[in-house]
């Protein structure tokens, strides 16, 4: 049974920075790609970011260049970096594979973003 465990959110002022860390259980995180998603108020969850088992990453058109995916393979976790954040950021924060998989959803990390 894998568990997902997502932590790092917090509030912060626009312009700000945080970075949110995933850590995983069960022995085949090493082998699979790994996603950063997220949940706005009132919107579908979206895919922001991935990384393969060795380290390429993929970015959704709006976080380019802001936002740093990154994995620790010996330590079972997954890291996003999020620099100049903005309102549009705000957002529950979820990890999970990419492609997902329904039953290893956490319950993710609020991430608010506001003056």
């Known amino acids: 049974q894998v568990q997902l465990v997502e932590s790092g959110g917090g509030l912060v002022q626009p312009g700000g920075s945080l970075r949110l860390s995933c850590a995983a259980s069960?022995?085949?995180?090493?082998?699979?790609?790994m996603g950063w998603y997220r949940q706005a108020p009132g919107k579908q969850r979206e895919l922001v970011a991935t990384?393969?088992?060795?380290?390429?990453?993929n970015y959704y058109d709006s976080v380019k260049g802001r936002f740093t995916i990154s994995r620790d393979n010996a330590k079972n976790t997954v890291y996003l970096q999020m620099n100049s954040l903005k309102p549009e950021d705000t957002a529950v924060y979820y990890c999970?594979?990419?492609?997902?998989?329904?039953?290893?959803w956490g319950q993710g990390t609020q991430v608010t973003v506001s003056s």
């Open positions: 990384v393969t088992p060795g380290g390429s990453t």
């Open positions: 069960g022995s085949i995180f090493s082998r699979v790609a």
């Open positions: 999970n594979t990419n492609p997902s998989i329904p039953t290893y």
